[in-house]
């Protein structure tokens, strides 16, 4: 009778995620949603590790499970290593540096869903011709992005503390916040103003600036 597979750790599967950007690790993919990956197949190890763990998307991870297929397991393991390249011993070592990291990581893939969700809500409400349904699966679409966003600036302030890096995270959270509760709040078709807006260019000098910042404070 086969061994019961048990679940991966909620935790644990959250740092795989959160090491992808919640993404397919094969840089040339980066599709999702995503499954989360053995590297050396668990009928072998028996055991969930967080090396010998990534996130794929449907399609690679069935093309990586076909022993026929163009993925073997020396490419799978130079994905895994190729995540994290800025995660070295040394960054590790400093207490909370990779904490740091990660919430950053976590910060940016979230921004990367949320915005353009956001800016596909406003262009859906501004046409006359939108239909209830559609204006409805596009604000859905932009809630749920908003509400992992809330998440992960809450993680990366609760691990960055007061700082200035954490200052300017939550300004330019509430910038495109801001626009978003207008687009919401405005009467169908929302105005021209609000539509026409390029809300990615607006943060896009402060989104730069605290890229510098991180990579300062972690000696990147």
């Not at 950053?104 to 956001?118: C, G, H, N, T």
């Not at 078709?189 to 000098?205: F, M, V």
Request: charged share 25%; glycine share 4%.
């Amino acid at each position: 009778m086969a061994t019961s597979r048990p679940k991966i750790p909620s935790e644990l599967r959250r740092r795989v995620l959160i090491e992808a950007g919640h993404r397919c690790a094969i840089p040339t993919c980066k599709s999702t949603p995503v499954e989360i990956a053995h590297i050396v197949p668990w009928a072998k190890v028996r055991k969930h590790e967080f090396k010998n763990l990534i996130a794929l998307c449907p399609t690679c991870h069935a093309r990586f499970d076909d022993s026929h297929g163009p993925i073997d397991l020396k490419a799978m393991r130079q994905y895994k290593a190729n995540l994290n390249p800025l995660r070295s011993i040394s960054l590790a070592s400093r207490g909370g540096q990779a904490d740091k990291l990660a919430a950053y990581q976590e910060l940016r893939a979230r921004f990367s869903d949320w915005v353009p969700a956001e800016v596909r809500y406003a262009a859906v409400k501004s046409r006359r011709s939108a239909t209830r349904e559609e204006i409805e699966s596009a604000r859905s679409s932009s809630v749920e992005s908003a509400s992992w966003v809330i998440g992960a600036v809450a993680d990366f302030q609760s691990v960055w503390g007061e700082s200035d890096v954490s200052d300017l995270a939550g300004a330019i959270f509430y910038h495109v916040a801001d626009w978003c509760d207008e687009v919401e709040s405005s009467p169908f078709p929302i105005p021209e103003h609000l539509k026409s807006r390029d809300i990615a260019e607006e943060i896009s000098e402060a989104s730069a600036d605290l890229h510098l910042m991180v990579c300062e404070e972690l000696s990147m």
